[in-house]
């Protein structure tokens, strides 16, 4: 799968293993985009057929909704309570 990991995600440790179970990475540093809006990486993620992995849940549901996100997008949320 080839996947674009956002500012919030692209951790090392996270797309190391992503890579060694076969999926293709890319993170914001590869492209320029580290720090750049939520907007942005998800039309970053859209235009190079990427499938966009977030932290970031609430932000990119509302561009979701709003029509700036695509079908290929996914996040995941996290509830640090229950660690």
Do not use: C, I
């Amino acid at each position: 799968m080839n996947l674009y990991l956002d500012d919030d995600s692209a951790k090392a440790s996270l797309a190391g293993l992503l890579k060694r179970v076969g999926h293709q990475v890319v993170v914001p540093a590869d492209t320029g985009l580290s720090g750049a809006s939520d907007p942005r990486h998800s039309m970053h993620a859209v235009q190079q057929s990427l499938v966009l992995l977030t932290k970031n849940h609430d932000d990119f549901e509302d561009l979701h909704f709003l029509g700036a996100g695509h079908r290929w997008q996914t996040s995941r949320r996290f509830d640090r309570s229950l660690r």
